[in-house]
């Protein structure tokens, strides 16, 4: 069964400071990967994903994630932080290999802060 | 992008009551819809699985009978929370879409 293991509840770094939330992930096939981004009693908004093409991912608001296989990972990063990237972020993974190819299992969720 | 929208985005009911939650995808047809629940600064949890024209698939743990799930059209599919109770307030957020799943807005359920 398909899991996602997010490391650190929490991530705080200062505005301009390199942003990396970390996302593992367990899957018997190849997987396909999310990030989202959940802002206060809000629903979630898709940052990028992974669908088997390249395995560098390039996202909305300057995110990115890397696909790698050896590491079973897909770590988001970001170069530079803004004020506006606090918010909740969640990995997720698809069912890809059942009908339901949409069906997510999420991860627990980093809650990153941006101190100026 | 697609939308997915929820209605209401915040309700309070007296115990004991039943409350509907609507989502609907406005610009594309899906037969299946998922309703997720989230507590307080926790992650989703899939509840069921929503199909057009059949019974929902509810995961282990998920009462059927409480939470009723309707998926009448390729377009709206509800959820019922019956006979609430406290215990029941939480944020649901329901999602639709293949390979990229379209979030609603959430609807924040408070049973007092």
């Known amino acids: 069964a398909q899991s996602v293991t997010q490391l650190g509840s929490h991530v705080s770094v200062s505005e301009g400071a390199l942003v990396l939330l970390r996302c593992n992930y367990s899957s018997s096939v190849p997987p396909y990967l999310f990030w989202y981004v959940q802002y206060p009693n809000q629903g979630l908004q898709l940052l990028l994903k992974?669908?088997?093409?390249?395995?560098l991912v390039k996202g909305i608001n300057g995110f990115e994630a890397e696909f790698k296989k050896s590491e079973t990972s897909f770590h988001l990063t970001k170069p530079s932080a803004h004020m506006s990237d606090a918010a909740e972020y969640f990995c997720?993974?698809?069912?890809?290999?059942?009908?339901?190819?949409?069906?997510?299992?999420f991860g627990t969720g980093t809650r990153l802060q941006v101190f100026p | 992008g697609a939308v997915v929208s929820q209605h209401p985005s915040r309700v309070i009911c007296k115990s004991g009551t039943s409350v509907k939650i609507e989502c609907r995808s406005l610009?594309?047809?899906?037969?299946?819809m998922f309703w997720y629940r989230q507590f307080p600064k926790q992650s989703l949890m899939l509840m069921a699985t929503s199909n057009e024209g059949s019974k929902a698939t509810y995961e282990q743990g998920v009462e059927k009978d409480k939470f009723l799930i309707n998926h009448a059209s390729l377009t709206l599919s509800t959820l019922t929370v019956t006979s609430a109770h406290p215990e029941d307030s939480s944020f649901y957020i329901c999602?639709?879409?293949?390979?990229?799943?379209?979030f609603g807005q959430g609807t924040r359920l408070t049973v007092v």
């Open positions: 992974y669908t088997s093409a390249a395995t």
């Open positions: 999602s639709a879409g293949r390979v990229e799943a379209f």
């Open positions: 610009d594309f047809q899906a037969t299946t």
């Open positions: 997720a993974v698809s069912d890809r290999g059942s009908y339901n190819t949409d069906k997510l299992i």
